[in-house]
């Protein structure tokens, strides 16, 4: 899978942009470089990227205001590199788009396994079901698009993670599903304690949804969420 996926590192950090050229490079992937916004522009116009890692606080635009732009117009994998100790970065990263997040005291190999996880989750996603339309609650999602539509409401594009977690439940209508299960769908690890991170990925869900009252996607005190529709496919 690595040999013909390319990476692209926006940072500004001289250093560590160069640290991860190496080793990802080593682990078999065509590594790009970037220091600020405007170079990840030229990278973009120039290459084909499979997935971004992407600095938070960066000179000129930062990595909140680069995210919001890049979901505009892609569904392109995006990881966030946040501050140690600051779980507002996080939150506001995948409230965002991002795909996951990861702090700047990470472990190479533990950056390697969460590329790896996500690679795959799209490969799957691009592989899977492609002539499928999933219907459920007057909405469809056409898993070739990734659009979701609805005869009386906007449509919507869904990113990577988003589109994980609606696969995920419309696959297990009525089923409950764990925070536990939520996690490794999107992110290929248990939650974590106290993971606020799941917490947005089901409000972007339910937001994407309309689900303002919480019916469609319950949430069960205690032990998980919920998806009260049946679903039928064609």
Known sequence: MTSTRTILVVDDNDELREALHDYLTKAGFIVLCAQDGKAMWQQLDQHGVDLIILDI???????????????RTSNMP??????????????????MGADDYITKSFSPRELLARIKTILR?????????MARRIHFAGWTLNTVTRQLTHPQKSSKQLSGA????????????????????????IWGRDAEPLERGI????????????????????????????????????
Do not use: W
């Open 199 to 234: 917490d947005v990925q089901i409000s972007r869900l339910r937001h994407h949804l309309e689900d303002k009252d919480r019916q469609l996607i319950l949430t069960v005190r205690n032990k998980g969420y919920m998806l009260t529709a049946a679903v039928h496919c064609d």
């Open 78 to 95: 995006i990881i966030m590199l946040t501050a140690v100790s600051d779980e507002i970065d996080r939150v506001a990263g995948l409230e």
């Open 121 to 129: 989750r799209s490969q799957q996603q691009s592989s899977h079901h």
């Open 162 to 185: 988003d589109l994980s977690l609606l696969g995920l439940f419309l696959a297990q209508p009525e089923g409950l599903l764990s925070r536990d299960d939520i996690a490794q769908a």
């Open 57 to 71: 606080m960066m000179p000129g635009d930062d990595g909140f205001t680069l995210c919001r732009e890049l979901r």
